[in-house]
Nanobody
């Protein structure tokens, strides 16, 4: 059973913006942390951002701090990742993920559910 579906990727030029969306099950959005990861070709999947179930606290990777904003709407079972000032190094497949956790996990292995991924390409 599909738990998460992410979308919104595309191709932009340096300095551009994109908003990624993630839709999930009511159970996930009533109880789980939601995060975003990314994986570039030949690299490991890396943490981008995560947000608590009540939307009160968010954590970001240093590489995206100040440029990306994670949010969630539990009533609509959705989460978003607003990405501004995009750079070529942001090019990757981006994945929405959910964790049954009370902490704020930063590693992929700590997340329980994953979207299928959406490609983001930033050209110089």
């Amino acid at each position: 059973q599909v738990q998460l579906v992410d979308s919104g990727g595309g191709s932009v030029q340096t300095g551009g913006s994109l908003t990624l969306s993630c839709t999930g099950t009511p159970r996930i959005f009533s109880s789980d942390l939601v995060g975003w990861f990314r994986q570039a070709p030949g690299k490991e999947r890396e943490f981008v951002a995560t947000i608590g179930r009540d939307d009160a606290r968010a954590e970001y990777a240093d590489s995206v701090q100040g440029r990306f904003t994670i949010s969630r709407d539990n009533a609509k079972n959705t989460a978003s990742l607003q990405m501004n000032s995009l750079m070529p190094d942001d090019t990757a497949v981006y994945y929405c993920a959910a964790a049954v956790s009370d902490s704020y996990p930063y590693t992929a292995g700590e997340y329980d559910y994953w979207g299928q991924g959406t490609q983001v390409t930033v050209s110089s």
